[in-house]
């Protein structure tokens, strides 16, 4: 049975993320709740959840030790496959900029900035069900791509330097990235835990995904 890390540095959607990707594992795969770094870099897949500022996430996760070189070797030594969600999709970029430039993990080469919505009575946050665009043929959107909504609560977005890697857009007030993709590497700014039926498709996908 295929081992998946949800890693815990804190984050607020630990047991939510938690549940659902049991739900979706139905069995199939041992969820196992983790900041040690031996069972990190052992994993067959790994799943970075994330709720807040970026500087506060990238701080709390940087402070587990060893846990971020163990992400990196099974990720980009192995080719493991990897899902941030929300903050933990914004992780991968280059660096955050809210409050302060604040360095990530540089997986994909992007900054993370304020959503800025044109358009009368529209807010930030983000937050409540919207539906995909530019929805690319990554399996584990299938889902949302047939025009299920999902769940966002958000200021900021991750706005990749390549095009080619944003694998999904959503409108606000103006497109920003939704999800994005490269190798081995997926993520998330919606929460599929929050997704209802569209989000367990996507976790159950992700658990079956062969990049």
């Not at 709390?60 to 496959?81: F, K, Y």
């Not at 280059?94 to 992007?110: D, K, Q, V, Y």
Request: proline fraction near 7%; charge should be negative.
């Amino acid at each position: 049975m295929q081992r998946v890390a949800l890693i815990d540095y804190g984050s607020g959607n630990l047991r939510s993320a938690e549940k659902a990707l049991v739900r979706a594992a139905d069995g199939s795969a041992d969820i196992v709740v983790t900041n040690d770094p031996e069972t990190v870099e052992a994993a067959d897949r790994i799943v970075l959840p994330g709720v807040g500022a970026f500087a506060a996430c990238m701080s709390a996760l940087s402070e587990r030790t060893g846990v971020i070189e163990a992400m990196t070797t099974a990720v980009q030594g192995r080719g493991v496959p990897f899902l941030g969600i929300c903050v933990g999709m914004q992780l991968m970029a280059s660096r955050g900029l809210e409050f302060r430039i604040t360095p990530g993990l540089g997986w994909i080469a992007g900054d993370v900035k304020a959503i800025e919505p044109k358009g009368e009575g529209l807010k930030v946050p983000h937050m409540g069900w919207n539906t995909l665009t530019g929805v690319s043929d990554l399996p584990m959107l299938a889902g949302p791509k047939a025009g299920e909504p999902v769940y966002f609560t958000h200021s900021f977005a991750m706005f990749p330097q390549d095009p080619a890697d944003v694998a999904a857009y959503v409108d606000h007030g103006g497109q920003f990235p939704a999800a994005v993709a490269r190798g081995n590497l997926a993520g998330v700014q919606f929460h599929p835990e929050k997704s209802q039926a569209a989000g367990l498709k996507l976790l159950a996908s992700f658990l079956e995904w062969r990049p």
